[in-house]
């Protein structure tokens, strides 16, 4: 039986796996990135298990990245916070040369998406958005299938849509981008603030939780969502805003696509309903009873966590192939 | 010579063209549209110009309308304020009845986009956003040459994207859309109401032209516009102003979409340079110089007029008929 190789690149670390056609995972395995030894070390790690994993009757390789690699020539247009060495390099030609498969790249935050959209929470959707609640906000968008690239592979920056002109300074450059309110990180940080300079924050069940003020640090958005499923109202005023605040951002998003399905993922959307029933309660409020471009778009949790952005990058893979042999046809 | 009919179907005039391969138009009359009598007269109506404007080798006809048609069934999901008999109709199964012609039809926005991509100032552009400042803010989107439709064609709602969570309460039920600050309405009632309110105002050139207090009421985009390009800082202020809200919610769509150019349509974007010049100082300054998203995107002002819905309208139309000789072959 065929299949392909599925390549997550992170910063941490590769993963690797032999994926089927409908989606299984056959074999895989993990290795740290050797990020400070550059690219060709990099790749050639990449390259290495992609071999030992390989079958006889593998067909290509699909690679996630954390970078912008451009869709058509594999150039990363940016470099990435963890994989500076990226910068500028020829990602899929040189992988192509040392592994003699045919090989694509997209960026993970794509991948998750059209991961999601074959096997996961947007399966057998139409047009399918995605959210990933992390460090920062990332976006993916999937049309029938297919992942939405723009004009040279640099969307869906949806962390970056604004949602109060005269808001946060985000690091683009940008104010009001919605991952300074809404992102894992922007929780934690809000949370922490609030402890320091709210008086009503010494009385809550997070100040005790997190060891009172020498713990205030450690706070992050996965203590503010226990403490906010555990009754604590000062978590749950927090996560209140922040869930506001994540609704704006996804409204205007939605007002752009009319997507059938719009997929909160990353480590923040493993709170679930917690997150859910408070964002689809300010759409409720705000648009959805009058607006049929709202009652289009259901909201749900990403069912496949860390294996979304390799899944994505096998059928980009299997998407590959397909045009291959349609192209010999 | 092969041609398609091309209906621009407005609340207040119905105008049917003859348009070549080239989008040259061979020949187009405009009659008033019978709204108040119900959509039966008014298809009727657009039946009886197209069969007069018909030539032997008419292969469709292409219809813009204000409302929101399915692009699969034709059937109104959205009843547009100045034709509000259309909710519900079979738009395009009545229209081929009458006219025995392949008919589509599609959102005037929507085809103001596919017009400017197709002739006007997208032209060879690989994906092309439109913003219509108008009455609100329209919106369209063109991939490749084709119309982005979304999961029920209720796109592109770029008036609808929010630019302050907190901000002015729009019709929609919403917070800070960009319409309530940016149209050519929202720069009038914005500036009655500072001539009313701000006590700078009455030295204004504004002031001075709309003749006094008692012509406040006639104050609209285009006086703005006028008194701004003839050095009033008082109306400069409010176009600055204006810009700059309609600079963010731009920002948001271009983090969304990754085009390669933005198009300011509708009849605030003739004041051209003035408004231009204004939102790329504020794209400039915010995100340009450090995001390679928006470096991509050039911004521009829609060249074909009043002319862009309805060689939209035949595009369709063009495209309609290769898909169909595709289909046959």
């Known amino acids: 039986m065929p299949d392909v190789l599925a390549v997550d690149l992170g910063g941490t670390n590769i993963r690797v796996a032999r994926v089927d056609e409908a989606g299984k995972i056959l074999a895989h395995e993990k290795i740290p990135t050797p990020a400070a030894q550059g690219m060709g070390a990099v790749i050639a790690d990449i390259a290495g298990l992609a071999q030992k994993l390989r079958a006889p009757d593998t067909l290509a ?7 912008v690699p451009d869709n058509e020539t594999g150039v990363y247009r940016l470099a990435p916070c963890n994989l500076p060495c990226s910068h500028g390099f020829q990602f899929t030609a040189e992988l192509k040369r040392l592994i003699t498969l045919p090989v694509v790249a997209d960026n993970d935050g794509n991948l998750a998406a059209l991961g999601e959209s074959w096997l996961g929470a947007g399966k057998n959707e139409h047009i399918v958005i995605i959210f990933t609640l992390g460090t920062g906000i990332g976006g993916g968008v999937v049309i029938n299938g297919r992942v939405y690239h723009g004009h040279h592979n640099l969307v869906a920056e949806f962390g970056h849509v604004s949602i109060d002109y005269r808001g946060r300074l985000c690091n683009c450059g940008d104010r009001g981008c919605v991952e300074t309110y809404a992102s894992a990180s922007a929780l934690g940080r809000d949370a922490q603030e609030a402890l320091r300079n709210d008086p009503a924050a010494k009385s809550s069940l997070l100040f005790k939780r997190c060891g009172g003020e020498a713990g205030i640090d450690k706070v992050d958005a996965h203590m503010v969502c226990d403490a906010t499923r555990d009754g604590d109202p000062f978590a749950t005023a927090l996560l209140d805003r922040c869930c506001a605040w994540l609704a704006c951002g996804i409204s205007s998003v939605v007002n752009c696509f009319n997507p059938s399905c719009v997929i909160l993922g990353g480590g923040m959307a493993l709170a679930g309903d917690l997150i859910t029933s408070r964002v689809n309660k300010c759409l409720d409020r705000n648009t ?17 966590g860390d294996d979304a952005g390799i899944l994505g990058a096998a059928r980009m893979a299997w998407q590959h192939v397909e045009e291959c042999c349609r192209t010999v046809k």
């Open 61 to 67: 390789l699909g690679v996630g990245t954390p970078g």
């Open 288 to 304: 959805r009873k009058y607006v049929p471009i709202w009652r289009d778009a259901k909201l749900v949790v990403a069912q496949l």
